[in-house]
């Protein structure tokens, strides 16, 4: 999420002591749209 939006879905990775995210799918349009609409 970014700045409240979902935007994508993906994995928290941990390689030794660092982290990072592995973006697994990028939402669509229509889930975006969706996911505005819920924040009226």
Known sequence: MVNGQ???????VVVGDNFG??????VGT?????????KK
Request: charged share 30%; net charge negative; proline share 0%.
């Open 6 to 12: 979902l935007l994508a879905y993906g994995d928290v």
């Open 21 to 26: 995210v592995r973006i697994t799918e990028i």
């Open 30 to 38: 229509k889930d975006l749209l969706d996911s505005l609409d819920t």
